[in-house]
């Protein structure tokens, strides 16, 4: 289906262990951008994507890392995950960089 | 630095009332976002207001933005129950404002 996806839905890790989140969009949009949502802080910026193989850093990038090597994938990897980093992860994409379009979310539980 | 406020963070209204959320940021910028959120789901694009004066309305929403005075609001009028949901706005910063600053959220409770 078209749209933006991003897997997994849910995913629960130790302390200490590397994961990664996935951003798939099918639209050929430009820019990509990772949020993280929790209680009390609304949406945080991560790191943003203005084309591929070009990123910058967000509000809070410490302990992330992005890539993006093809223009439909924008994935996220925590290195050396923390329980602070326990949250909502969104993805978004925009053609023009105006309207972006949010992913379903992944929910990370770090314990 | 981009601060967003929005307010009031907690609304409880009766159906068919009227009321307003406000959402004031901290520089310059002419391009501003309300999105609303359902529990445990992702944001949906209410408006995108992108220069003074701006206003949009859809359904029982209108959304306004004044630039000079770094404020939008966004007015519901007769609420209904299905308006319940955390309504966002955020604030597009940076070289092309694609930079999105977002407010806390303001969680609405419609009752009956």
């Known amino acids: 289906d078209a749209g933006i996806t991003q897997s997994p839905r849910y995913k629960i890790t130790e302390t200490g262990r590397q994961v990664t989140l996935m951003c798939h969009q099918t639209w050929s949009h430009s820019y990509m951008f990772w949020y993280r949502q929790d209680l009390g802080h609304g949406l945080r910026l991560i790191y943003y994507s203005a084309a591929a193989d070009i990123t910058d850093k967000g509000e809070v990038p410490d302990g992330y890392v992005v890539s993006r090597s093809k223009t439909e994938n924008f994935p996220l990897t925590l290195e050396s995950a923390t329980r602070s980093q326990t949250s909502v992860y969104f993805c978004a994409s925009s053609g023009t960089g105006v309207e972006q379009y949010f992913g379903p979310g992944t929910r990370l539980t770090v314990t | 630095e981009l601060k967003v406020e929005q307010n009031p963070l907690f609304l409880s209204m009766q159906e068919g009332k009227n009321y307003t959320i406000y959402c004031n940021y901290s520089t310059t910028s002419d391009r501003l976002y309300w999105y609303r959120q359902d529990p445990g789901k992702s944001l949906e694009s209410l408006f995108v207001?992108?220069?003074?004066?701006a206003v949009k309305q859809e359904g029982r929403l209108m959304a306004s933005l004044d630039t000079k005075a770094r404020l939008s609001t966004l007015h519901i009028t007769a609420a209904v129950h299905d308006l319940s949901a955390t309504y966002f706005c955020a604030v597009g910063s940076g070289g092309s404002n694609y930079k999105l600053t977002f407010g806390k959220g303001t969680l609405l409770t419609v009752n009956p």
């Open positions: 207001l992108l220069s003074n004066g």
